[in-house]
């Protein structure tokens, strides 16, 4: 009676059906399945024509028909081919060993080291953190760059934006903060970029001693569009796990418009009308729900800093992507392509650029020199085409007389070489000593 209960449960345990969708269309990215009632986020297996498989996931339904999209390029698909959902698995495991590693936007090894490990389970999505119990903003967040560190000062906890057109070193500027920043752990997200680029940030941004203390999340330009927000969302939420370890951590993103043009990407497909400059709507809901899972968490002990590089097509800072970063970032480092072409670098725009957090954790004397540093600059900038023309005629504003003969100082120090470091310390030093 014993045997014959016990092999009734065994049998019992058995599947005796499987649930499983059809594909009926594919229009570019997005495929269609009918036959099997699937949930927003799930991930599914589809079928090829050789017997292999597509991992996918479900972006939306409209009635019985569900709407899935591949992470990787689908070839070999066919009308009627099986949707499964995928089989459960245990979720990334994350620990120490990850530092050192370049992961793509699953969390897959692709470095050639070998698998991952770890002790601590980790979501694919970003944590909330309630808005009364993230700790605020302490400390400066020493980056090694002198016009950022004396003028724009940042602060543990700070999310920023980097904004420029492309070609004007958004990326080597990123080398260098990622070289110089001191933090226990840097997190970056090369996400849209060329493959040449990832190699080339790696290789020599980076170097060994860099990539020991980093992790790297990689979704290059020829990644599928989801690959590419997964990927963004991932290295969101491996730097929000150490934050939460008790460690100090660098979060750098490149850049943040390829992840709003891949969540275009999405929605049109889907169907979303476009709105401002072909962009849908929701795309300018979803980027504040990503910066917002950024910044310092609920613990004492730890800190998530994060930078972002945003692209401003035809160097336009009204971009909408741009404007809309400017406005939920904490501040914004504009670069500019006239100091470039004058071979000024880093091409930092002190005029138009703002830490929003730099009065939290600086003293009021630097404060006061940095303010007087910038009218002059300012000054400087407004007679700066009549010098050679020998049309500025010096003695009529004392004002603008100081700031003609400071410009050469001012310039020296705002100039930085690419392996050039400039600890917080020797900037407050050589800023002091400039206006004295």
């Known amino acids: 009676m014993i045997a014959a209960a016990l092999r009734q449960l065994e049998f019992a345990d058995i599947p005796v059906a499987t649930l499983t969708g059809r594909l009926v269309g594919a229009s570019g990215l997005l495929l269609e399945s009918t036959g099997c009632a699937f949930q927003t986020g799930q991930c599914c297996r589809i079928e090829t024509a050789s017997g292999e498989w597509i991992a996918a996931q479900v972006v939306g339904f409209r009635n019985d028909v569900s709407y899935l999209m591949p992470f990787k390029r689908p070839e070999g698909l066919a009308t009627g081919a099986r949707v499964l959902p ?7 495991m994350i620990g120490p060993s990850w530092l050192g590693r370049i992961v793509n936007g699953l969390g897959e090894p692709v470095d050639g080291r070998g698998r991952l490990g770890g002790e601590h389970p980790l979501t694919a999505q970003p944590p909330h953190v309630h808005p009364l119990r993230r700790k605020p903003v302490e400390g400066v967040l020493d980056v090694g760059v002198r016009s950022i560190n004396g003028l724009l000062t940042l602060g543990r906890g700070q999310r920023v934006g980097l904004m420029a057109g492309s070609g004007v070193g958004k990326s080597v500027l990123l080398g260098l903060i990622t070289r110089q920043t001191v933090a226990d752990v840097v997190v970056v997200g090369l996400i849209g970029e060329r493959g040449r680029e990832v ?5 020599m941004s980076l170097g060994p001693a860099g990539l020991a203390r980093a ?13 590419r927000l997964r990927a963004t969302e991932l290295c969101h939420a491996i730097a929000a796990h150490y934050r939460d370890q008790g460690q100090n951590v660098l979060l750098l993103v490149d850049s943040l418009t390829r992840y709003a043009m891949a969540r275009r990407e999405v929605a049109l497909a889907l169907g979303e009308p476009p709105a401002t400059r072909g962009y849908p709507p929701s795309v300018f809901g979803l980027l504040p729900q990503l910066v917002e899972s950024a ?12 930078i972002y590089t945003v692209l401003a097509e035809g160097d336009d800072q009204q971009d909408p992507v741009v404007d809309t970063a400017r406005a939920i970032l904490d501040g914004h480092i504009v670069l500019s392509r006239e100091l470039a072409d004058r071979g000024h670098y880093p091409a930092i725009d002190i005029a138009q650029s703002i830490s929003r957090c ?20 300012s ?3 407004r007679v700066r085409d009549l010098l ?25 120090f705002l100039h930085q070489g690419t392996r050039e470091a400039a600890p917080f310390g020797d900037t407050l030093a050589r800023l002091e000593s400039l206006l004295a």
């Open 379 to 381: 000054r400087y900038a």
């Open 388 to 412: 050679p023309l020998g049309a500025y005629v010096a003695g009529a504003d004392p004002a603008t007389d100081r700031a003609v003969a400071l410009y050469p100082q001012i310039e020296a």
């Open 86 to 92: 995928a089989a459960e698995q245990g979720g990334l």
């Open 215 to 227: 992790v790297v999340v990689i979704a290059p330009a020829d990644e599928s569009p989801l690959m």
């Open 199 to 203: 190699r080339e940030f790696i290789d």
């Open 295 to 306: 910044g310092n968490g609920e613990h004492a002990e730890g800190s998530m800093s994060a």
């Open 358 to 377: 730099m009065a939290q954790v600086t003293s009021h004397a630097q404060q006061a020199a940095a303010r007087e540093i910038k009218a002059l600059y």
